[in-house]
């Protein structure tokens, strides 16, 4: 349709308006400016009671959103390595239960998430949770580690480790302590509170020639 | 869904609940309809943080789940309702709306009800009685009554409803059948249920309670949700009803016009006609019911001060106006006459498209623009003739009007081959094409304009934590009483170039704001022109 013929030209661009010898715009070359200059400037924006009060109420409205429990920040990132001091620093609350409690005759069965209990009692054996495997298997172990420290340590600590093992129970992550409670030797001092100064002065080792500080 | 309107939704997403929700969101509103176990795995979160997220979209009614493709005994299926993810936009006005019309307390009722999503009447009532007894000076408090009785009123004029009710009940108290979960694809509308207006019967007595400093903020968010004592309306949640308050919008905007183009008293009677027709007129009707004039005449409030013959010019007044606000449609009863809803919308529509094109291109191009829109299909010449402008310049303003899509070309040939030599090239402006543009325009500056206040917000962001710290230690300070010295000490602290850095943040985020909300405005007048629009075809 554009015209086969050899010297024709079908289109004439005397009809969309562009006279001959007309000099059309020059082509651009380059993509258009990030912030091409306006010929035009924009209006005002409308200011007032209404405008001030609507403004505010937004900016209100949007803090009150950030404290609300419908905000959901994601869970902490993991870290490199395990620290001495996560276990007295306070981390966010990254169990998965919903902070607010929602009318579930409302909601899908299957968006529950089962709460956590706050004491986990090593002595009631089936709990009815909607299985996780590896929470099952925690709780074995649990049970299996003491009764294994109870005959090693015939229950000289007993009571120590009681009051140990619940505040480390109710954390979410299990494994940390569980290494903790495999190193400790046998003693009266309860171990989560001793530092052995590993941490302190590891360079000693290398380049003497260093002025330290 | 176009980007534009999927990239806002996720913005708006992020601004409330935070990015958990932002990703499960836009994920599922791309994929349209998906089961639990597809979204966690497509997102590649834990599958708790879908399900939380799920449980927060749902209870603030922007997704909703149903039966899916395999029928009721396969996995639930959701889906996002993205008009209600735009709704966010426009909370602050509902806010304001409720305020001027029902005072503090309908102001402080529709907050709640928009930041919690869904509310039952007695944990409404009992939360804005606290807050309001807390702005009280000391020794009052707000009694439950008003707030009730505030919350009927709310009720009865249609602007809180019902939620529906869910089909599968999986509980014994409401003693519902138990019938399958609706196909999602079709979403129960509140209206449909016939309870949706009906005030439960509540006993609830007392007043609001003055917070004590002492008390623990987790205090009282446990009480808040926890209400444990059953007031007897167990099961009934409100939500904040959307349409009625569009509907509200509209007439404002109509009586806005006719005020602008006519005058006062013509406002007055527009403003009465639609008060008359509120609950008789469906939603999206193209005109309200036929009101004669006498009843408009005893329906008129008496501070208007407007006598029976000067109604009866001002009606002629409006009918003949060309941009027929008001249509009359027979003589009985002193005539009758309808408000022309969808007329008086497509002429506000026409209107914002034509400032807009005036305060891009020049008045010039909107003599044109106009005049295209008046008169459909012109050729070049034509245009030129018309509009009064020499050729050249007038060309140069029709390709940038082109070059924008606001103005198309229709090629009318004579012969059967569309030689170019021997068809007809005219221009057109098509209004219901445009204002979609234009809305799609507007959902993309609303983007950048989060984005621009993200961007601000994130490059000062060091500065405002050091602010806010330094209100926290003031605030400290002056509650244990420490002298001046101290506190002028602590304010040091920022020293004056970063207080002015401060002042220009927070000029800069306050424009960025307001300028949402105002192009907020313009998205409701063309969504209501094309649903409008729509609705009559």
Known sequence: MAGRGRGHRTFSVEIVGIGKGESLPPSSVQPTPLFPPLDQKPVPLQTGEEAEYMLALKQEFRGAMKTLPFYIRPAAPKKDVERYSDKYQKIETSDNSLEWKPDWRRFPKELRVREKRPLRDPEKSKVPKQTKQPRVNKEEIIRKLETLEQKEEEGSSDEEEGQKKKPEEEEAEGEEEYDEEEFEDETDYIMSYFDNGEEFGGDSDENIDEAVY | ?537
């Open chain 2, 1 to 537: 869904m176009t980007a534009q309107e999927v990239r806002l939704c996720g913005l708006l997403l992020q601004e409330h609940f935070g990015n958990v929700v932002e990703k499960v969101g836009t994920h599922l509103i791309r994929s349209g309809v998906l089961n639990l176990r597809a979204l966690a795995h497509e997102t590649k979160l834990p599958l708790d943080l879908v399900k939380k997220s799920l449980c927060v979209l749902v209870q603030h009614g922007m997704c909703t789940f149903g039966a899916g493709r395999r029928g009721p005994a396969g996995p639930v299926e959701y889906r996002i309702n993205c008009e209600h993810v735009f709704h966010m936009l426009r909370y602050p006005r509902y806010i304001y709306t409720a305020k001027s019309l029902y005072g503090d307390t309908g102001e402080l009722i529709v907050e709640e009800i928009l930041q919690r999503g869904q509310m039952t009447m007695s944990s409404t009532v009992k939360t804005v009685a606290d807050r309001l007894t807390h702005n009280m000076p000391e020794g009052q408090s707000m009694d439950y009554s008003e707030v009730v009785s505030v919350f009927s009123q709310l009720v009865e004029t249609h602007f809180l409803q019902r939620c529906p009710p869910l089909a599968s009940a999986g509980s014994s108290s409401s003693g519902a059948v138990d019938t399958p979960l609706p196909v999602a694809t079709q979403p129960t509308e509140p209206e449909n249920h016939p309870d949706c207006y009906k005030l439960p019967y509540i006993n609830l007595t007392g007043q609001g309670k003055r917070r004590r400093s002492s008390e623990d903020g987790e205090a009282d968010q446990l009480r808040y949700y926890d209400c444990d004592d059953d007031c007897g309306d167990d099961g009934i949640y409100w939500q904040v009803n959307f349409q009625r308050f569009h509907l509200h919008f509209r007439d404002q905007a109509i009586i806005s016009a006719v005020s602008c183009k006519l005058d006062q008293s013509s406002s007055e009677i527009v403003r009465t006609m639609l008060r008359m027709s509120e609950v008789t007129t469906p939603a999206h009707a193209a005109f309200t019911q036929a009101l004669s004039a006498n009843e408009i005449f005893r329906a008129l409030l008496s501070s208007y001060n407007i006598a029976r013959p000067i109604l009866d010019q001002y009606l002629s007044l409006l009918v003949d106006d060309p941009m027929e606000f008001v249509g009359k449609t027979g003589d009985s009863g002193g005539g009758m006459y309808v408000v022309n809803l969808h007329r008086a919308l497509a002429n506000l529509a026409r209107a914002t498209l034509e400032s807009v094109v005036q305060e891009r291109f020049g008045s010039r191009s909107a003599r044109i623009f106009r005049l295209l829109l008046r008169k459909r299909h012109l050729e070049q010449k034509q245009v030129e003739d018309f509009a009064m402008i020499p050729a050249k310049e007038a060309k140069d303003m029709l390709y940038k009007l082109l070059s924008e899509n606001l103005v198309q070309l229709q090629e009318i040939p004579k012969t059967p081959d569309y030689a170019p030599s021997r068809t007809f090239y005219l221009y057109t402006v098509n209004q219901l094409p445009t204002a979609r543009l234009l809305l799609q325009n507007c959902y993309k500056t609303v983007g950048n304009l989060i984005e621009r206040r993200l961007y601000e917000t994130k490059e000062n962001k060091r500065l405002l934590e050091k602010s806010q710290r330094i209100e926290a230690i003031l605030a400290s300070l002056q509650a244990t009483g420490a002298e001046a010295a101290q506190l002028t000490e602590v304010e040091e602290m920022i020293t004056v170039p970063e207080r002015q850095q401060l002042e220009s943040l927070r000029h800069h985020i306050n424009k960025l704001d307001s300028s949402e909300n105002q192009v907020d405005e313009t998205i409701f007048l063309l969504k209501s022109y094309i649903n409008s629009t729509q609705a009559s075809h």
